[in-house]
């Protein structure tokens, strides 16, 4: 993917990694770069083009689809954690998570291909979670809704591979946003895990781990889960 002469969309633009890579694009000379958020008037990053986009909203993801048809590099980002447990949680908030962060991924997902492909193919990077690959003790209805983003991009990287779409997933483990702001642990700065993203996409990477902590967990999936869940329990 050449970024500069790309033209970028980036949901969740306002604030956190969104914010990031979309400064990070604008950084590395991108065409022009897209900037969207629920409310656009948050959004205050310079050489961007603002959009309003709330991705759980079908007429709201159709017209950003329609306003923005010279997208050659899509960054799916917006998501939401309520940290809700999966057994005791209040459904409403798994819901929540599950309709923004899969179905409201799916839907930029299916809105965009088209745009993408009339474009010439171009890139399209879903931001997942190392939290796809584990489990917590809470947050299991964010894990779940990125494990479901997970497969929905090797999925849809199949499915679009005719069209020479590049399809990227970015995992990463705990970073410095808003998200995250309540939890002590050591984490990412969001500017890094934003260029190691676009140094990703550039590259033509598929899967692009932002951290040494999700470089450990996927490297443990082809063990005993046993093993790693004592090991987890132990390091806690």
Known sequence: MDIQNATALVTGANRGIGKAIATELVRRGARKVYATARIPESIDIAGVEVLALDITDSGSVAAAARAATDVTLLVNNAGVSTFAPLVAG????IRREMDTNYWGTLSMVRAFAPVLAANGGGALLNVLSVMAWLGYEHSNGY???KAAGWALTNGVRIELAAQGTQVSGLILASTDTDMMAS???????????????I???????LEIIA???SAAV??????DPAEFYSGFAQAR
């Open 211 to 213: 951290d040494d902590q």
């Open 183 to 197: 939890i002590d642990v050591e984490k990412n700065r969001p500017e890094d895990v934003a260029a190691t993203a």
């Open 218 to 223: 996927k490297a443990s999936l082809s063990g």
């Open 199 to 205: 140094d990703g996409v550039a590259a033509g990477a």
């Open 143 to 145: 894990g779940a809704s």
């Open 90 to 93: 209040d459904l409403a908030d």
